[in-house]
């Protein structure tokens, strides 16, 4: 434990350092880790396609370790050049576990390469290689011929062990909300973290390893990991609803609850729901053969699925859509063309994008289109009104290449709109698309969007846990009370779960005390579940100190946009409501102990970043 | 006349230089000055896509002269990539013309340059810059952005003024196919002449000009003007039928020949070619206001269209589609929906590639699926059986972006056929994509195709005007007596008028004596009709010695694909024949004074090219 590769791209060297067993106390792994490396090593204010910007790349103390449940996952850290804060992007898939049998708990990525380079990591030794060869290729291309390319250094019979990560041409062309892919169709998607790899023309990682990851108590583990696995198989979402419909099982759950993002957020119910569901995927659409295939490592729940359409025009196959990715494509456009949904995500995994901006952002063309404010020329004669299916397609494309209005598009909604005159419809939170939850229908959510470091989204503290799905209990969506110090504590949490890592979907099942008992019996140092909570806020604090430094993060950004805030549902189960943010945003600082939304210095000092209170201090930004 | 700029990309720096008298007189301009420059300065045997091969940009004595008809005309020559052969590729629109009009009959582009750059040329000054932010836009934006960028220096007003010929993401990507685009819908279009110019990095050139051609002798020019606009008057090809259809007029005329290849010429009849018809095209897709735009520099033809698509899923606008896209994207695939064609034609224009060999492609790439050739992953689900209408879009853009199976279709028919194993179905001539007519129902266009110095190409003598079309007057067209005269006739003409340069539309009216008239007006130089021949033949030679040099050009070139020579069309008017090559292609090394597909010391001497023969003689390749 506690091994990274410091890799710096312009000379091509690679070191490898140890990590203090203090460090790896506090900040445990995965984004808390990735954070502390940012904090520590990047000057905030650092222009985040530059060469001065990092990349770490990070597993956690759980990844890969056999019997923790969905432990297959792997982060990115860095500072987006979508949103200027700092950023973690967390994927599931093969290659997270792959890095941590090889022996590595991060690299560090430094400064760029003149040439394409790709990074071959066999057994714990970290090399430099030419890529020259992959630029331009896409990503089931790229994985592909790294492979094939690989073979022959690990044996025909390993090759299919070698796992790879890698951008597309979206992240080689710099789209300001390119992914990070791995294992073909998984997404390190927010945030541009693949534009971040473009800029330091990093193609791909690919790894090979042999190191199983060993468990410091092998009888507390196993105690544990029992209980948990007890925990998943009685949960509702974790054994049921997940496994037979993916995360698509929430189109119909969400828009029965009225707040399913319809047109860019100018209503919280789509009619045709139904039609784009999971339930209709899963009918109709899933390859129950590959799908098999595209489950994470070591994951009892099996959410992922393999998906085909055989329908003209939008024929194709590939792994998902997510939700997510059918509320973007489906909903926020207005489309409910399942076929073009499942197209238009193939393709951003192929290309390297990130779905909920794309498709977000889309549906952020659509009602510029319908107000007017894009000129005829710029779209070429496409037919870009809203439930338009081959805008879905054509744009994808587009973007991936900036070509036309791709440009636009690839530089996100908030740019987009800005530059077509109308800012107000980008639906974003930091310069981040808002996800699939309108939030004037869930008030804790709300709360959890404008708070959230990274920008706009639903994965630091998904409020809709509580709020709709009543997991673990049910609490008034429409009700602020005592929200404020639920949204402190999901983002706490989460923040913990990311640096493990396992995946969030087990939180509908597990909470602190579980993590505490897995996270103990591996590592053998004690954490109780406070002690999981304390992490995870050292880390959110952490992170928004980053963000204080970068662009004066604070009280002005903790908002929404004010069609959310302003503007009452017009219809359904939620009509009538808006975010009451005012009633929420100054008992959520009393309780981060923050003020104005910035850290204060005791707050720092508590979670023993007095180092960090220091420097805000100096630079006047302590509040 | 005969000033050129020679353009260094390694070192920036640019020269100036004038052509004698000779060498004007001799090769005229256009494609027979290109020949001459590519022969004399570059070795035969270059690796097309590398740095010592050079990329030759010429107008000619006609070109943008006021008065002389369909003159808007520019060639670029250079070692095609896709065939290895010299290759000249003719472009209209407006952007010849511009290039005259600042003074400069040609530009040769020398070495690469490391970045992107782009050639401003004003009033016959020539300047390297930097085109690092245009690299990887389309064709239509980088058009956009430098006349944007560029207006400053010419003044609000002149901007409009300003002409750009550039290349496209599959120029930069090096597609075997690319196009060198101007005006922004008119393409230098076959033999990848765009992806030599994105090995040398030059991404574009912008050209503004003041100065207005002279005509030494003003009174015998406007008697051959009227002349000649008298004959284009009264023909109702050039009067009639290109006017009101554009060149798309063909569909049904050559369908009706039984000789529109269908489905990688497995027979000569199509039966939905009403479908795809200039007929319909005129009347649902011609935008005729645009169209008036779409005209080239000073023609009284007008064949240009603008079309429109609003029937989702295949939306859009764009210049076009010709008769050869309809063709390459219609009939060649199977596809009846007109609406695909012309999206899939929008895009190959904005993209950079060129039509013929891409529609011709993707016919190739279904019949070795049809054969089952291709595994069913390289396709990604995407339906690319016959007929399949979304077949062509998306593989317009993996092609562009050489994704996927993209990267295989981005080398041409003959090297994706070969790949796939079965290499005989790739329809081609010298690895050049055979175009819009099957030769199995015209015997002398199917010599013509054999012995095609650039490949595959109806342009070189379009015999289809005579056998099929009647015009000067009709012959039989399954007869091969006298076909080989004939085809040595029309190959020279046409050399010529590629260097004069006028459009060979206008061939369907005009011929040597119109063109005789016309140069020895303007040039004040006599030039004879038969003199007209002769400048072909001398660059028709040329051209086959420059072949012979680079991979040893000569009779076992000068052939068809089996299945043209072997297999009975199966059906409709040309049913039963094959191309009777063995009959003509003695004949027609004797016409040429060759032997076995070489040009003789006899003939090179008599064309004043005894420098040629002895080079050929020094290295042994004379007959």
């Given at each position: 434990m506690g091994r990274l590769a410091r890799v710096n791209l312009w000379s091509g060297k690679v070191r490898y350092e140890s990590l203090p067993e203090e460090v790896l106390r506090k900040w445990v792994g995965g984004r808390g880790l990735g954070v502390y490396i940012m904090l520590r090593e990047v000057d905030p204010r650092v222009d985040p396609l530059s060469p001065s910007n990092k990349a770490v790349v990070a597993t956690g103390p759980l990844t890969g370790v056999a019997g923790v449940p969905s432990a297959g996952r792997w982060a990115s850290v860095t500072k987006s050049p979508l949103t200027n804060t700092i950023h973690d992007s967390q994927s599931g898939g093969k290659f997270g576990p792959e890095l941590k049998f090889a022996g590595l708990d991060a690299i560090i990525i430094e400064d760029s390469s003149e040439k394409p380079v790709y990074l071959w990591v066999k057994d714990g030794r970290v090399e430099v290689r030419d890529a020259t060869h992959l630029w331009g290729k896409d990503v089931h291309h790229t994985e592909d011929m790294l492979r094939e390319e690989l073979?022959?250094?690990?044996?025909?019979?390993?090759?299919?062990?070698?796992?790879?990560?890698?951008?597309?041409?979206?992240?080689?062309?710099?789209?300001?909300?390119?992914?990070?892919?791995?294992?073909?169709?998984?997404?390190?998607?927010?945030?541009?973290?693949?534009?971040?790899?473009?800029?330091?023309?990093?193609?791909?990682?690919?790894?090979?390893?042999?190191?199983?990851?060993?468990?410091?108590?092998?009888?507390?583990?196993?105690?544990?990991?029992?209980?948990?696995?007890?925990?998943?198989?009685?949960?509702?979402?974790?054994?049921?609803?997940?496994?037979?419909l993916g995360t698509a099982v929430l189109v119909n759950i969400?828009?029965?609850?009225?707040?399913?993002?319809?047109?860019?957020?100018?209503?919280?119910?789509?009619?045709?729901?139904?039609?784009?569901?999971?339930?209709r995927l899963a009918k109709e659409f899933v390859d129950w053969e590959k799908q098999r295939e595209e489950i994470c490592w070591g994951c009892p729940i099996g959410c992922a699925r393999y998906t085909r359409v055989e329908k003209s025009p939008f024929t194709g196959e590939g792994g998902g859509p997510e939700y997510e990715t059918i509320w973007a494509f489906g909903a926020q456009t207005g489309t409910d063309s399942l076929e073009a949904i499942c197209k238009a995500n193939y393709l951003c995994n192929e290309l390297g994008l990130d779905t909920i901006s794309m498709g977000h952002t889309i549906g952020t063309l659509m009602e510029l289109v319908e107000m007017g404010k894009v000129p005829k020329e710029a779209l070429r004669g496409l037919n870009a009104k809203w439930g338009s299916p081959e805008a879905l397609v054509e744009l994808v494309w587009r973007t991936a290449m900036r070509s036309g209005i791709g440009d636009d598009l690839a530089e996100g909604a908030l740019r987009l709109a800005t530059k077509y005159g109308a800012p107000e419809v980008a639906m974003v939170v930091r310069g981040q698309e808002l996800p699939a939850y309108d939030p004037r229908g869930v008030q804790g959510h709300g709360l959890a969007y404008a708070t959230s470091n990274r920008g706009g989204c639903h994965l630091r503290a998904y409020m809709i846990s509580p709020e709709v799905l009543g997991l673990p209990q049910l609490v008034d969506r429409f009700k602020t009370e005592g929200k404020p110090a639920m949204v402190k504590h999901f983002q706490d949490v989460s923040a913990t779960v990311d640096s493990l890592i396992v995946c969030k979907f087990t939180t509908f099942a597990l909470w602190a005390e579980d993590f505490a008992d897995m996270l103990s019996a591996v590592t053998g140092v004690d954490y109780s579940p406070s002690d999981i909570e304390v992490v995870g806020e050292r880390i959110y604090n952490a992170e928004r100190a980053f963000n204080v430094m970068s662009f004066g993060d604070g009280r002005e950004y903790d908002t929404l946009p004010k069609r959310l805030l302003e503007v009452p549902m017009p219809e359904g189960p939620a009509k009538g409501q808006v975010v009451k943010l005012d009633e929420m945003l100054d008992e959520y600082y009393r309780v981060r102990g923050w003020k104005d939304g910035r850290p204060t210095r005791e707050k720092?000092?508590?979670?023993?970043?007095r180092w960090v209170a220091e420097r805000l201090a100096e630079e006047g930004l302590l509040p």
């Open positions: 073979a022959p250094e690990v044996g025909r019979d390993e090759a299919g062990k070698i796992k790879v990560a890698c951008i597309g041409p979206a992240g080689e062309h710099l789209v300001k909300f390119a992914a990070i892919m791995n294992d073909k169709n998984r997404a390190a998607g927010r945030g541009g973290h693949g534009a971040v790899w473009g800029s330091k023309k990093l193609k791909a990682i690919a790894v090979i390893g042999h190191d199983k990851p060993k468990v410091a108590k092998p009888d507390r583990f196993k105690e544990a990991v029992v209980k948990a696995m007890d925990k998943l198989k009685k949960n509702s979402v974790t054994a049921e609803a997940l496994p037979k969400i828009n029965k609850a009225g707040i399913l993002p319809t047109k860019n957020f100018s209503t919280g119910v789509f009619p045709a729901a139904d039609t784009i569901s999971g339930e720092l000092e508590e979670l023993g970043l």
